[in-house]
């Protein structure tokens, strides 16, 4: 809880020179959480008890979410300072990448990684999957769709018009055409915030589109990794390597929250209802806190039920009866 990481985080603070706010977003296996616009209304708060400062800390862990929120979010925080560095204890993927663009410095750890920032668009239009009897729809994402026209010019050698026309309506039979002028929508709108991100960062200005290229394109995946040696040396980020005082401390404060929100513990209902049916369960997957703003957390409550299907076979039941952001002070009340 918060008052187990309290000294940590002050701790932090004067090492850093800095007022310390830390966003974590489950990455726990059928527990994930994303970055979404929901955060703004918790970090407003946590800011205005921090007030106008000079410089600000933001622990974050995410491998991602939404990139208007993540834009959105770097612009509140810095309207509170003059000074905004990230720091990444472990995973800051995606729109958490972004979010580290627009700061004046990345503290990483030997650990840390930053990723690709190309982003999956996810819609009304967008295909459906059948799992376990329910319908799903499925994010389209940029890569790959530029992927599958690039390998049909580049691999396969086609550069007939006629045909690159075939291959582009054989497309949209499985992709409807709104979801891919989507996709373009999503590539030129990350490419634009990620400009304009980047001119809040200590990067040489003639450098910002061969970043901008990499986080886009050229990484090749979206799962790629980078480190904080190629992140400096070869994309010319401002990176910050921490001494072994402001290591421990980062350490212990993820170690903590990792436990918390049982990150490596991944949540499968059949295993829980092994130990009791019904089970009663409460995740916790995402949290912002601060030391005198108290912690905002986002719950998952419910509970699991098995029974038996008329066939004789059984389906599980999920009863979700809280979902949403709720504060807890300083002693986790």
Known sequence: MLSDRINNYKKIEELRNSKLIVYCTSDRQNAEANIGSDILAPFVNHLDVIGDTDKISLILYSNGGSTLAGWSLVNLIRSFCNDFEVIVPFRCQSTATLICLGTDRIVMTKQATLGPIDPSTNGLMNPQVNINGQNIRVPVSVEHVNAFLDMAKNDLGIRDS?????????????????????VYKSKSQIQMLAEKLLKYHQIDPENIPKVISFLCSDSGSHDYTIYRTEAKEELGLNIDKPDMALYDEI????????????????FIPNIFLATSNPFNYSMRR?????????????????????????????????????????HENILGD
């Open 286 to 326: 995402a949290l912002i806190e601060s030391i005198n703003g108290g912690c905002d957390v986002f719950l998952s409550e419910g509970v699991l039920s098995k029974q038996a299907l008329p066939d004789g076979k059984s389906a599980i039941q999920d009863n979700r009866t809280f979902e949403g952001w709720r």
């Open 251 to 266: 350490k212990a404060v993820y170690q903590d929250i990792e436990k918390e929100m049982e990150l490596r513990r991944p």
């Open 162 to 182: 006629d045909e690159l026309k075939d291959i582009y309506l054989k497309l949209t039979d499985k992709i409807h055409p709104l979801s891919l002028g989507n």
